[in-house]
């Protein structure tokens, strides 16, 4: 184990979850295995990963006959699988979470994601589902939308801890950020504490350059942008990740959280997120090896977490070659890309890409109910 690679990251500061849930890795003792062999730290959830354990097992036959017994509601019925998988994972964690006081051993679950631009109804059923949890150790998962800034800092101040997530551009991480430690000066203002609030800002790395990725090659042709293209062709999602870094120390390192931090308040730790590489013409450990730094999570797919521990190399990566992932950025306007408007692109398309799974597991539940 302790050739690992997986627990040599932890030694360089970053934590592994898995991007992953169902009931048989929980059961048969595998989520504890990769715990104590991988040095595992956590897990996230999200609709999509709920709709595959659900639909494509016989894992929660039994309990959907019964419920549909009782004539639950294909929702409801969501809601009381989902709850219980969080819930026993986050047991497995409990342990990790105690020992680290409080750093990791978390499990996400995320709320209904047509809330994602209802900020009333984001913040009502994250308090539902903060209650039905009832664990210190888990997030409740908001999308970072407009609509969701106001929701994260509402929940934050009533001491909710909050997986920010669908996050993919720059100026939207530091609304993040701002919206996180106003919520801990509400909390400290009102005289409760500050110490055992958590969260972290999870950033959509892989989908960025999918999209990116082929605006870029237009410009692959010869002429002026083709050497510009080619450069920084595959990097754009590793060059924000770095930006994306370097904004969390200097707003981490700032008076105004200091004043926080000395009451015991931590820093929201930014999460690498989508990190299964799409394009195979990339390392499949790509968004992996580029991004190991201090104080950092990255959650990885099963697959990827295979991969990392037959051949991951292991260095800190994330703050070297910090000069070319300025200029990575600062070359796209050559490339007629306005980042900001395709990171919006994937905003959208992400709320898109949960309902979509979301609505289709209802259906499922409906017509297994039905049965």
């Known amino acids: 184990m302790k050739n690992n690679p997986l627990n040599q990251l932890r030694i360089l500061g ?16 595998e989520l504890r295995r990769l715990i104590e062999e991988d040095g595992l730290r956590g897990m996230t959830s999200n609709p999509s990963i709920f709709e595959k354990a659900i639909v494509e097992s016989h894992d929660y036959d039994e309990d959907i006959r019964v419920m549909a017994l009782e004539k639950k509601s294909a929702n409801e019925i969501y809601e009381a699988i989902s709850r219980s998988d969080v819930q026993s994972a986050a047991d497995e964690f409990r342990p990790l979470y105690e020992r680290t006081d409080g750093q990791d051993g978390y499990v996400s679950l995320e709320v209904n994601p047509h809330l994602a631009h209802d900020t009333n109804g984001t913040i009502q059923e994250a308090r539902r589902l903060w209650r039905a949890l009832n664990r210190p150790n888990v997030f409740i998962k908001v999308p970072a939308t407009a609509d969701g800034l106001p929701a994260i800092e509402q929940l934050i101040s009533e001491g909710i801890n909050v997986n920010v997530t669908l996050l993919f551009g720059l100026p939207r991480y530091r609304q993040v950020v701002q919206a996180y430690i106003a919520g801990l000066e509400s909390r400290a203002a009102c005289g409760k504490s500050v110490k055992d609030v958590a969260s972290v800002a999870s950033f959509f790395l892989s989908r960025i350059d999918t999209l990116v990725d082929p605006v870029i090659e237009k410009s692959f042709a010869p002429g002026d942008k083709a050497e510009i293209a080619r450069k920084v062709h595959g990097q754009v999602a590793i060059a924000s990740a770095k930006m994306a870094y370097q904004i969390y120390k200097e707003i981490f390192s700032s008076d105004r959280f200091k004043k926080l931090a000395d009451k015991g308040a931590r820093t929201q730790r930014l999460l690498w997120a989508s990190t299964g590489t799409k394009n195979p013409d990339y390392s499949d ?13 990255n959650t990885v797919p099963p697959a990827t977490i295979d991969a990392y521990r037959d051949h991951g190399k292991p260095k800190l990566s994330l703050e070297e070659n910090l000069d070319e992932a300025k200029r990575v950025m600062e070359c796209l306007p050559d490339l007629a890309i306005n980042i900001d408007t395709l990171t919006q692109q994937l905003e959208e398309e992400g709320v898109a890409k949960f309902n979509e799974p979301f609505d289709k597991l209802m259906e499922a539940l409906a017509k297994k109910s039905s049965e």
């Open 285 to 297: 450990i790509k968004y992996i090896e580029e991004l190991i730094g201090p104080a950092t999570v």
């Open 14 to 29: 970053q934590s592994i979850w898995l991007d992953y849930i169902r009931r048989d890795l929980i059961v048969s003792g």
